[in-house]
T-cell receptor, first 117, second 109 residues
């Protein structure tokens, strides 16, 4: 079946503009995750959704970042008033369930490369 | 809190060389352990996993054994290929996922 998809694949924006990144998880996956990967760095966890609910938003770098998920499916990550330090690859992942046990493997999308000029 | 520490890169090997990428973890309880691989320009793909002590995960010639006594999950491959060039991430799941910083592997012909 279809994997996790993300759009756009590349986004170049001017400093100060708002951007919206989209993630379409695997059908039936209840959990959805956003990560940020800066050049040459590991993965920085941003936020996860269980259904449409995000229990912990403390990983978001600043109040310019927000995320929502509707219908238990598509999620959008919005960055307001973008700054150059926001430049990174934003990865989305989904899993069938949250936590340990069967079904917890995370499946990743190809990412959105954001460049703020 | 839980954490994963993996071998710093980059690692450069010749084709057919033996590969080891070290990974150790700190966690309470009994986490599940994973290796993910990220090929250039792509997202992360699950390479292999192990869910309990002494389990061995294997895929595409790669292996890793869950060693609780040494809290390790080292990745090994007997003979690497140029196509194995990628970034490798060790991760654990103990109710939430924690990733290591990644190790970049370059295999030269």
């Amino acid at each position: 079946g279809a994997g996790v998809s993300q759009s756009p694949s590349n986004k170049v924006t001017e400093k100060g503009k708002d951007v919206e990144l989209r993630c379409d998880p695997i059908s039936g996956h209840t959990a959805l995750y956003w990560y940020r990967q800066s050049l040459g760095q590991g993965l920085e966890f941003l936020i996860y959704f269980q259904g449409n609910s995000a229990p912990d938003k403390s990983g978001l770098p600043s109040d310019r970042f927000s995320a929502e998920r509707t219908g238990g499916s598509v999620s959008t990550l919005t960055i307001q008033r973008t700054q150059q330090e926001d430049s990174a690859v934003y990865l989305c992942a989904s899993s069938r369930v949250i936590g340990t046990g069967q079904g917890y493997e995370q499946y990743f999308g190809p990412g959105t490369r954001l460049t703020v000029t | 809190g839980d954490s994963v520490t993996q071998m710093e890169g980059p690692v450069t090997l010749s084709e057919e060389a033996f590969l080891t990428i070290n990974c150790t973890y700190t966690a309470t309880g009994y986490p599940s352990l994973f290796w993910y691989v990220q090929y250039p320009g792509e997202g992360l793909q699950l390479l292999l996993k192990a869910t309990k002590a002494d389990d061995k995960g294997s895929n595409k010639g790669f292996e890793a054994t869950y060693r609780k006594e040494t809290t390790s999950f080292h990745l090994e491959k007997g003979s690497v290929q140029v196509s194995d060039s990628a970034v490798y991430f060790c991760a654990l799941n103990n109710n939430d996922m924690r990733f290591g910083a990644g190790t970049r592997l370059t295999v030269k012909p």
